[in-house]
T-cell receptor
Framework: SAVISQKPSRDICQRGTSLTIQCQVD?????MFWYRQQPGQSLTLIAT?????????ESGFVIDKFPISRPNLTFSTLTVSNMSPEDSSIYLC???????????FGPGTRLTVT | GESVGLHLPTLSVQEGDNSIINCAYS??????FIWYKQESGKGPQFIID?????DKRQGQRVTVLLNKTVKHLSLQIAATQPGDSAVYFC?????????????FGTGTSLTVIP
């Protein structure tokens, strides 16, 4: 298994600013993912964070808005750029190991944009 | 895209009773299914999984049933406890050459009445 932590746990930001969320895993994981979750709703995959290369984004999400880094097998960051109130959401990081289908999730970062 | 939906958005059960949470999926080629539990303020947590070549799998107090004929998945929780109160998501996983794709259902909120 893997334990995933995220920083910050929550933040209130002004529109037009950017926030970088950090995701740390206590062991090496093959895959890392970033999700968005509106309160009371399901998870929407933003992108797959690839080590040493550009992230793979899902339809509706672009690198300019959500730049992602993954410098090694245990760490990734997601930046929410030029924020608007519509970006208010919970952002979740997850990781999976090897050929396992199981994903381990972080506790999430609750973002409010005013 | 794929869709994984739940029949009921909310479910209330009496403590000690059994709970059944249902999920419909759309892709008969799905390889794997996972049930996640998400408590308030936390990330989703793995409960139990089942491969597409199985009909039933049991864990501790939980059982997952897979009916491929009607593309239906259910999670049964025996002797439901207050600590089981949470949102439950089913996830459908499809394997591609480029990796695994996860599709999460909308979630069912389970409330256990003491």
């Amino acid at each position: 298994s893997a334990v995933i932590s995220q920083k910050p746990s929550r933040d209130i930001c002004q529109r037009g600013t950017s926030l970088t969320i950090q995701c740390q895993v206590d062991s090496q994981v093959t895959m890392m993912f970033w999700y968005r979750q509106q309160p009371g709703q399901s998870l929407t995959l933003i992108a797959t964070a690839n080590q040493g290369s550009e992230a793979t984004y899902e339809s509706g999400f672009v690198i300019d808005k959500f730049p992602i880094s993954r410098p090694n097998l245990t760490f990734s960051t997601l930046t929410v750029s030029n924020m608007s109130p519509e970006d208010s959401s919970i952002y979740l990081c997850s990781g999976s190991m090897g050929i396992s289908y199981e994903q381990y999730f972080g506790p999430g970062t609750r973002l409010t944009v005013t | 895209g794929e869709s994984v939906g739940l029949h009921l958005p909310t479910l209330s059960v009496q403590e000690g009773d059994n709970s059944i949470i249902n999920c419909a999926y759309s892709n008969s080629a799905s390889d794997y299914f996972i049930w996640y539990k998400q408590e308030s303020g936390k990330g989703p947590q793995f409960i139990i999984d089942i491969r597409s070549n199985m009909d039933k799998r049991q864990g501790q107090r939980v059982t997952v049933l897979l009916n491929k004929t009607v593309k239906h998945l259910s999670l049964q929780i025996a002797a439901t406890q207050p600590g089981d109160s949470a949102v439950y998501f089913c996830a459908e996983i499809l394997s591609y050459n480029t990796g695994n794709q996860f599709y999460f259902g909308t979630g069912t909120s389970l409330t256990v009445i003491p």
